[in-house]
């Protein structure tokens, strides 16, 4: 097991160091002068060149990169251009508002997708089964700012029911609670039609098995032959499922934070590329990886000590 | 396996999901703060970044700025341009060359930093005149020649020359506000996201970056105090967010999207006003002079015939915002009548044919944003009329403002552009921007004119209003003849606010936040 750690860590290692190269290589193809654009119409030349001396623009770009290579291995990402905070502090000031959101996406996804497949699946070839289907397909197909945006209307402006901006009182959870919804609900609904499609799927295989059918025969509750002997099988490739869904979840927070106004680190990106605040884009972009690498590197090391077969094929 | 008949999960319980749902949101209290009289909920389109006055970067900074160190002076509220004491008991221009100001007596800083005194003024002023210090506000006091200290509370400012702008648009702004040169210093000489020594009628206790800022009303400010006992700010970019924002509740007052400002008055928000503001900003059309097939100054005056700017308005902001004659907006002096080259589609085939330039194609570079996309539509259908293909090229903020750098990729390859400035009110604040010195800086047309960079500088000194206004008429005769610009709107101010609050606005709608008051 010690082995199989040893080498996913590594390649957990090597996938963050290309993802820093390629992340690197992409920003400086972006056009446009950070200087000119950070500091306004106002600035003069020498202005410009001081930031950019400042930023380490004048260095070569292989030196550029060495040193934020360097720097990201120490916790050290730089300092934002323009308030001069460290990055690592701007994006972890940020991070937990994307973890909430993504969990809430999560949440949703499960707690309306389970109960969906299993119901489409009980209900096999009925009307129920069919609703659920073009239901989970719906879902699937409409883009999830689209979805945002509806949500933002029906229950923030027309029933009033929830806020539509913001992300709640700091120190108040309940607050912000409320505030995590509609923003997690339009991050997690697309992933409640895969999710109740692979439920169906896995519970229709599974309710033809031969203890199911022991367990029918033998007069056992339907309760208990569902949840407790069907569910718990089918649900595990469910579980793989979400383990990919997270890392799209990431890229779907960025609209939710926009449309919603919350902060986080999708919106922090997406300010930072457009004042070309390249420090706390590379810094945001690195954090983001590093934190799916890492929820990987544990699903994959609980799945190697769950699994021998894992381990010795790695 | 056949379908079980008395599965648990049924339509009822997952209606009663939907129930507990809508619980949420009833037990959830949706009412605007403002109502209680207590807390003011506004939206600024960015978040700060920097609190010295000497190195903001946006509008949005400069507002809070102004509410928590006291200027030396103010603007004041309503339809007209005009300033009003902040700091100061008086605040007097003895001559062309020099002010003579008087500080309040009870005007203290936070954090320990005693009272205000003229030597913090003359610290605040010269720091941002100091070229070493390099502000990018050093032009608001380009003239200065000193701040003298007479006593504790008086001073005087005096000038090298006469600079005519500096009562509309440096005195009430950002850049006359008054740090503690104690707290200054403390802080190593420039003040970061934590404002230190604060001094005006409200303070700012708490941000949460992208999140929030909170203003608290200052308890030791003993002048006319804020309305509110707190003023959230959050910041949000999008304005038609920033709407949905205000419709559900969340937000007291915003600016809206210009095109959004006709649907906002058929139907308004409940409880919600809609305010429409004459802006000072200009859009036009440029035309880059040493770029071909614009490097023809006949090919240029066909454009301008070409363009029907009515229609690019109407479709661009539905009908909210009127045509403009120039880059001066009416009420300042130098706004024109009219331009001296307006909309004659057979003239423009006319000078076309003349040229030998039929089939021309060419790229209009905009900002990706829906109004400049329907305004480049048109403008694209109009040069079509005449035989010209337009191509639409939409660039993010990033590329755009840097398009016509000096030095950059496409500083060569720009042909056209639809630009935007907003302005202080003073009408050198929207010639400053073309003159040759700002070739490949901001004047992306590269229109090269002596003669209007001497106007310029004489408009600056010029204190007769009538001679003002000559000049600066004279200068957008100048572009239209140059034939590079196409000059559309200067847009309008859309202001959404709740009916509980009266908003306290410049002439131009930007918010003044110490002056919002509860109805």
């Given at each position: 097991m010690l082995n199989y750690a040893i080498k996913r860590l590594g390649l957990a290692v090597v996938i963050v160091s290309v993802a820093m190269f390629l992340l690197f290589s992409m920003?400086?193809?972006?056009?446009?002068?950070?200087?000119?654009?950070?500091?306004?119409?106002?600035?003069?030349?020498?202005?410009?060149?001081?930031?950019?001396?400042?930023?380490?623009?004048?260095?070569?770009?292989?030196?550029q990169f060495w040193n934020f290579y360097s720097g990201a291995w120490t916790g050290d990402l730089g300092t934002e251009i323009l308030s001069e905070r460290p990055v690592l502090t701007v994006v972890m000031e940020q991070l937990p508002y994307t973890v909430a959101l993504i969990v809430g996406g999560i949440s949703w996804s499960v707690a309306l997708g389970i109960p969906l497949g299993c119901l489409a699946a009980v209900r096999r070839g009925g009307w129920v089964d069919r609703i659920v289907g073009v239901l989970s397909v719906a879902v699937i197909a409409v883009p999830s700012f689209v979805i945002a945006i509806y949500a933002l209307l029906i229950f923030a402006v027309w029933l009033q029911w929830l806020p539509a901006i913001g992300a709640g009182e700091p120190g108040e959870p309940g607050d912000q609670l409320v505030h995590l919804i509609l923003p997690s609900l339009a991050v997690g609904i697309g992933w409640v039609g895969y999710i109740a499609r692979m439920v169906r799927a896995s519970m229709l295989e599974v309710l033809e098995a031969s203890h199911i059918r022991t367990a029918y025969a033998f007069g056992l509750p339907d309760n208990q032959i569902i949840y407790r002997y069907a569910l718990s099988i089918a649900i595990l490739p469910t579980v793989t499922l979400l383990g990919i869904g997270i890392g799209q979840m990431l890229s779907s927070a960025v609209f939710a934070e926009i449309v919603f106004s919350r902060p986080g680190v999708g919106k922090l990106v997406y300010d930072a590329i457009l004042t070309r605040n390249f420090p706390v884009v590379t810094g945001a972009v690195l954090v983001t990886t590093a934190f799916f690498v890492l929820l990987n590197l544990i699903a994959d090391l609980i799945v190697g000590a769950l699994d021998p077969r894992v381990r010795s094929n790695f | 396996m056949s379908e079980t008949k008395h599965f648990p999960l049924s339509r009822r319980s997952l209606l009663a999901s939907a129930g507990a749902f809508g619980v949420v949101g009833a037990v959830y209290p949706r009412m605007a703060l403002s109502q209680d009289g207590k807390i003011l909920k506004v939206r600024s389109y960015s978040d700060i970044q920097i609190l010295d006055p000497a190195f903001r970067l946006s509008a949005p900074e400069g507002d809070i700025m102004t509410a928590i160190f006291a200027g030396l002076a103010t603007y004041q509220t309503g339809d007209e341009w005009a300033w009003k004491p902040m700091a100061v008991e008086s605040l007097e221009q003895l001559d062309d060359l020099t002010i003579a100001f008087k500080l309040r007596d009870k005007i203290g800083f936070t954090d320990g930093f005693g009272q205000m005194t003229a030597e913090d003024v003359k610290f605040s002023i010269e720091r941002i005149a100091d070229p070493a210090n390099e502000s990018p506000y050093a032009g608001d006091w380009a003239t200065l020649k000193e701040v003298e200290v007479k006593d504790t509370l008086s001073g005087v400012i005096h000038l090298r020359e006469k600079f005519v702008p500096l009562w509309s648009s440096t005195l009430p702004t950002a850049s006359c506000c008054i740090l503690s040169k104690a707290a200054v210093e403390a802080e190593g000489g420039k003040i970061g996201t934590k404002p230190v020594g604060q001094s005006g009628p409200y303070l700012m206790t708490e941000w949460t970056p992208k999140q929030r800022t909170?203003?608290?009303?200052?308890?030791?400010?003993?002048?006319?105090?804020?309305?509110?006992?707190?003023?959230?700010?959050?910041?949000?970019e999008d304005p038609a967010a920033a709407e949905i924002g205000f419709e559900a509740g969340d937000l007291d007052h915003t600016w809206t999207a210009v095109s959004s400002i006709s649907r906002l008055k058929d139907a308004p928000p409940a409880g919600g006003v809609i305010v429409e503001k004459p802006s000072l900003a200009y859009v036009w059309m440029g035309m880059n002079q040493d770029v071909a097939p614009f490097d023809n100054p006949n090919i240029r005056r066909a454009v301008q015939h070409a363009i029907d700017r009515e229609t690019v308005v109407e479709a661009a902001y539905f009908g909210a915002a009127t045509t403009s004659t120039g880059i001066i907006a009416p009420g300042l002096a130098g706004h024109r009548e009219?331009?001296?080259?307006?909309?004659?589609?057979?003239?423009?085939?006319?000078?076309?044919?003349?040229?030998?330039?039929?089939?021309?194609?060419?790229?209009?570079?905009?900002?990706?944003?829906?109004?400049?996309?329907?305004?480049?539509?048109?403008?694209?259908?109009?040069?079509?009329?005449?035989?010209?293909?337009?191509?639409?090229?939409?660039?993010?903020?990033?590329?755009?403002?840097?398009?016509?750098?000096?030095?950059?990729?496409?500083?060569?390859?720009?042909?056209?552009?639809?630009?935007?400035?907003?302005?202080?009110?003073?009408?050198?604040?929207?010639?400053?921007?073309?003159?040759?010195?700002?070739?490949?800086?901001?004047?992306?047309?590269?229109?090269?004119?002596?003669?209007?960079?001497?106007?310029?500088?004489?408009?600056?000194?010029?204190?007769?209003?009538?001679?003002?206004?000559?000049?600066?008429?004279?200068?957008?005769?100048?572009?239209?003849?140059?034939?590079?610009?196409?000059?559309?709107?200067?847009?309008?101010?859309?202001?959404?606010?709740?009916?509980?609050?009266?908003?306290?606005?410049?002439?131009?709608?930007?918010?003044?936040?110490?002056?919002?008051?509860?109805?």
């Open positions: 920003i400086y193809l972006i056009p446009g002068d950070p200087a000119s654009v950070a500091l306004g119409p106002r600035a003069t030349e020498a202005m410009k060149a001081a930031l950019r001396e400042r930023m380490g623009l004048d260095q070569p770009i292989w030196v | 909170i203003l608290k009303r200052n308890p030791d400010w003993a002048y006319e105090p804020g309305g509110f006992e707190e003023i959230h700010i959050f910041p949000i009219a331009v001296l080259y307006d909309y004659d589609p057979d003239k423009a085939r006319e000078i076309l044919a003349a040229e030998g330039a039929e089939g021309l194609t060419v790229t209009l570079d905009i900002l990706n944003q829906s109004e400049r996309l329907a305004a480049a539509q048109v403008i694209q259908a109009n040069l079509a009329d005449v035989g010209i293909t337009c191509e639409i090229k939409q660039n993010d903020s990033g590329t755009f403002w840097t398009l016509g750098d000096k030095g950059g990729d496409y500083w060569n390859k720009l042909q056209m552009h639809l630009g935007r400035f907003s302005m202080q009110p003073d009408p050198s604040w929207a010639t400053v921007w073309f003159t040759p010195e700002q070739i490949g800086v901001w004047n992306w047309e590269r229109w090269n004119s002596p003669e209007f960079a001497e106007l310029h500088a004489q408009g600056l000194v010029e204190g007769d209003p009538a001679k003002r206004d000559e000049i600066y008429r004279k200068m957008q005769d100048l572009m239209d003849e140059g034939g590079c610009y196409v000059f559309l709107t200067h847009e309008v101010t859309g202001v959404l606010h709740r009916d509980t609050v009266n908003p306290g606005l410049k002439p131009n709608g930007e918010a003044l936040l110490a002056e919002f008051k509860p109805v």
